[in-house]
């Protein structure tokens, strides 16, 4: 066993050979896989879509519940969560098994310091490293435009935007994109409709909740419904849905750099 102390400051002993991992982050899940770690991931949640071997993997818990019963049928060598809304799901599995807690990422270098993290803990340090270096390189090649307004909206089961605390604010000032709430010093908050209509946007991004179906007139509802069609985002043609059903600036896992980066730099 190798003693490590993870982003919570709880000691945690990690197996220097890992055999059986379960994952419940969606982040997390899809690092493992590209660390070689994938015949080996034995609990994944059902938000862990990256890659599409991942969704064939044991369902195990959700983002704030898990069984333990279930977790000691599986007889994993460790566990890998994320700070924040899981540390109550992680105290109560940490008396049972290894579980290793990563902090969420506040900025797009934090993505990517999550692979090496990753790496380090499950010794795969040479593999993150390489992994790290490619992100990297791949941002290199990026064209960053002009820079302009945005408001950028996910449904998490609710409307919510993101302040200057969020990787999400980080990554669109990365592509030149300002953010109308960037100077919030939150992670996350629900949005003020009236504020968006002042701040007046040049462009508007919207993240439909992960799974749903995307009606046709999804867009022309909601701007109706929030009487925005004066703004210039909408009048503009500039209102944007994210690709895909699956959760796609809410994931914080390499495709955010790989997948996320590229679409913006496609925006004009």
């Known amino acids: 066993m190798v003693k490590l102390i993870d982003d919570r400051d709880k000691e945690v002993s990690v197996p220097e050979e890992i055999k059986r991992i379960i994952s419940l982050s969606p982040a997390i899940t899809e690092i493992l896989f590209e660390l070689g770690f994938g015949s080996k991931v034995v609990g994944v949640t059902p938000f862990c879509v990256r890659p599409a071997e991942a969704m064939k993997k044991k369902k195990v818990a959700s983002y704030g519940y898990a069984s333990t019963e279930q977790f000691q049928k599986l007889k994993p060598d460790l566990i890998l969560t994320v700070t924040g809304y899981q540390n109550a799901v992680a105290d109560q599995l940490a008396s049972h098994f290894s ?151 809410a994931h914080h896992g390499p495709s955010l750099i790989r997948e996320v980066l590229p679409w913006l730099e496609q925006i004009e």
């Open 99 to 249: 579980t290793f807690s990563f902090g969420l990422p506040s900025s797009l270098s934090g993505v990517i310091d999550l692979v090496t993290k990753v790496a380090v803990v499950t010794g795969q340090e040479e593999k993150g490293r390489d992994i790290e270096r490619q992100l990297w390189e791949s941002m290199k090649r990026l064209r960053v435009g002009r820079k302009k307004d945005v408001y950028f909206e996910c449904d998490l089961g609710g409307s919510v935007t993101f302040g200057s605390l969020s990787y999400i604010t980080d990554v669109l000032g990365f592509m030149n994109f300002r953010s109308i709430y960037s100077g919030v010093p939150k992670e996350w908050l629900p949005p003020d409709f009236d504020l968006v209509k002042k701040e007046d946007p040049d462009y508007i991004i919207l993240e439909p909740k992960m799974f749903s179906k995307r009606a046709e007139d999804l867009v022309e509802r909601l701007i109706a419904n929030r009487g925005w069609q004066n703004l210039s985002a909408y009048q503009n043609k500039r209102v944007y849905l994210t690709p895909g059903m699956y959760d796609f600036f």
